[in-house]
């Protein structure tokens, strides 16, 4: 099993910054790809932005110049800075990973941080 835990949510105001994390420990053998998706109320979870472990990137139109994906691979770290936000971003934002054993490859989630926007 591998643990997520998120921090870094918070209130913020329109045009405000915010810098999530989140920690990946346990039995870590390979991870793949890490990644960050949301949900907004009544919405379902879209992606917001994944980063593979060959540096490869992929963003929500919505969130591109904005969002920055980046991870510490020696600190199974990966981390959302989040800048010029909206109120549309308002959501919980969940970690993302993939770990891959000898078996295949598994999805592991955090339990969310809520950020919420104010305008």
């Known amino acids: 099993q591998v643990q997520l835990v998120e921090s870094g949510g918070g209130l913020v105001q329109v045009g405000g910054s915010l810098r999530l994390s989140c920690a990946a420990s346990?039995?870590?053998?390979?991870?793949?790809?890490m990644g960050w998706y949301r949900q907004a109320p009544g919405k379902q979870r879209e992606l917001v932005a994944v980063?593979?472990?060959?540096?490869?990137?992929n963003y929500a139109d919505s969130v591109k110049g904005r969002l920055t994906i980046s991870r510490d691979n020696a600190k199974n770290m990966v981390y959302l800075q989040m800048n010029s936000l909206k109120p549309e971003d308002t959501a919980v934002y969940y970690c993302?990973?993939?770990?891959?054993?000898?078996?295949?490859?598994?999805?592991?989630w955090g339990q969310g941080t809520q950020v919420t926007v104010s305008s």
């Open positions: 993302n990973v993939v770990n891959v054993d000898g078996r295949g490859d598994f999805d592991y």
């Open positions: 346990g039995r870590i053998f390979r991870i793949n790809r």
């Open positions: 980063l593979t472990s060959g540096g490869s990137t």
